[in-house]
């Protein structure tokens, strides 16, 4: 497993739909240093990028379709208003500037990877019609 940490520091996020738009965070890298990086959810992935509200050349691109899990895990390691997306590969960890901010990522992302689910259900059904 790869572990991978973000803070979100809240700017101008605004929910639209399953997504969230417009959190700037910072991003842990393998050498333990964070770096700061602007977080787009899409009702696909989430991405980072290196600048504020220039969506080109993503750091990150996690696929929706690819979470396993995602869950409050404060207790786990010890940082406040943290939480986990777990894939099959890699766990990123996030942690938000409030317990409201925490509550609306985990929200939107719970509800963008229960349409990916869905979305993948009809596709299948209709796959094996044929």
């Known amino acids: 497993f790869f572990f991978f940490f973000f803070f979100f520091k809240q700017k101008t996020a605004y929910e639209i739909s399953a997504c969230l738009v417009g959190s ?6 393998s050498l333990k240093q964070w770096r700061k990086r ?5 009702t ?3 991405y980072t990028f290196k600048d504020y509200k220039v969506y080109d050349k993503p750091t990150e691109e996690i696929e929706i379709s690819s979470f396993k899990t ?6 786990e390691i010890n940082i406040k208003f ?3 997306i777990t894939t099959k590969d890699r766990i990123f ?12 990522w985990i929200g939107a992302l719970g509800k963008a990877m ?3 689910t869905v979305a993948r259900s009809a596709d299948d059904e209709y796959f094996d019609e044929y």
């Open 93 to 104: 960890y996030f942690y938000a500037d409030t317990y409201m901010d925490k509550e609306a």
């Open 24 to 29: 700037e965070m910072c991003i842990r890298d």
């Open 44 to 46: 696909t992935h989430v």
């Open 38 to 42: 602007w977080v787009v959810l899409t």
């Open 114 to 116: 229960i349409s990916a």
């Open 70 to 75: 995602i869950k409050g895990v404060e207790d």
């Open 82 to 84: 943290s939480f986990c």
